[in-house]
């Protein structure tokens, strides 16, 4: 089975946060050919389509990190 890179979103910043102990378990459980790359979104500014052509940094490195993985894996209340 081919190598898979898996983006992976967590919906809450708690530090605590049950999704990120969901997120957390996942990991675990997967088979040993995926990887995961837990994308940062607490620095990320509220939408405005007026910056559409000029985007923050941390939202072009977040479409980066989703850009080269394979899947995106959600995990929000």
């Given at each position: 089975?081919?190598d898979?890179?898996?983006a992976?979103?967590v919906?809450?910043l708690r530090k605590?946060s049950l999704?990120?102990?969901?997120?957390?378990?996942?990991?675990k459980m997967?088979?040993?050919?995926?990887?995961?790359q837990?994308?940062?979104?607490?620095n990320?500014?509220l939408?405005?389509?007026?910056?559409?052509?000029?985007?923050?940094?941390?939202?072009?490195?977040?479409k980066?990190?989703?850009?080269?993985?394979d899947?995106?894996l959600?995990?929000a209340?």
């Amino acid at each position: 089975m081919a190598d898979m890179q898996i983006a992976v979103i967590v919906g809450s910043l708690r530090k605590e946060s049950l999704n990120r102990h969901l997120a957390d378990a996942i990991v675990k459980m997967a088979p040993s050919n995926v990887t995961f790359q837990f994308v940062e979104i607490g620095n990320l500014p509220l939408y405005n389509q007026d910056d559409d052509e000029r985007q923050a940094e941390s939202v072009r490195k977040l479409k980066a990190e989703i850009y080269q993985s394979d899947a995106v894996l959600f995990v929000a209340p």
